[in-house]
């Protein structure tokens, strides 16, 4: 079992440009999670997804964060256009069934700078 | 709306020393309740969960914690803490409307020898 791979581990970009972070979950997991974490804010639920389906996006900042989920083994996350406050470090997350009663695992996130 | 608060965002604690971490959340009915763990440059990994039954779970790395319904408290403790359990460690509920997770903001150990 290799865990849940993020990449890329870091990522530097200058304020505008498009940032894609990227995922593959567990296999055989069927619940998968983006987190944003800063020191200001703490752990924040960007959106969450079930059989590849987004369940909750409530979480996604504004209308330049979007994420997809093609199948079942990748999903990504997109800030288009990034701006200096989007720096955070960024974790996906799966589990083998609901967010509210299923343990998640984490990947090592991907720490996003933008300048 | 579920909430969790960790009060403590810092403690220090010897090497050998025990440990107690505070969690009080707020649900409305019999909440999931997990406690993970993070160390610096990693993602968050799974200490211990409640769901139900016996009040007093066990976790890995010999930590443990206290479901008390009466206080709404789900404190983690060590009888002996090692250098190694420096890290932040963030209380979780479950069971909201959209069946998500709340975490807290988490309470960063640190251990001096």
């Known amino acids: 079992d290799a865990g849940v791979i993020q990449s890329p581990r870091h990522e530097v970009t200058e304020m505008g440009q498009e940032v894609t972070l990227r995922c593959k979950p567990i296999s055989g997991h069927n619940s998968l999670f983006w987190y944003r974490q800063t020191m200001m804010r703490g752990l924040e639920l960007l959106i969450y997804f079930n059989n590849n389906v987004p369940i909750d996006d409530s979480g996604m900042p504004e209308d330049r964060f979007s994420a997809k989920m093609p199948n079942a083994s990748f999903s990504t996350l997109k800030i288009q256009p990034s701006e200096p406050r989007d720096s955070a470090v960024y974790f996906c997350a799966s589990s083998g069934g609901q967010a509210y009663n299923s343990p998640l695992h984490f990947g090592n996130g991907t720490r996003l700078t933008v300048t | 709306a579920q909430s969790v608060t960790q009060p403590d965002i810092h403690i220090t604690v010897s090497e050998g020393a025990s440990l107690e971490l505070r969690c009080n959340y707020s649900y409305g009915a019999t909440p999931y309740l997990f406690w993970y763990v993070q160390s610096p440059g990693q993602g968050l990994q799974l200490l211990l969960k409640?769901?139900?039954?016996?009040?007093l779970v066990q976790g890995i790395k010999g930590f443990e914690a206290e479901f008390k319904r009466s206080q709404s408290s789900f404190n983690l403790r060590k009888p002996s803490v090692h250098w190694s359990d420096a890290a932040e460690y963030f209380c979780?509920?479950?069971?909201?409307?959209?069946?998500?997770?709340?975490f807290g903001k988490g309470t960063k150990l640190s251990v001096k020898p």
């Open positions: 979780a509920v479950g069971g909201g409307s959209q069946g998500n997770l709340i």
């Open positions: 409640y769901f139900s039954g016996d009040t």
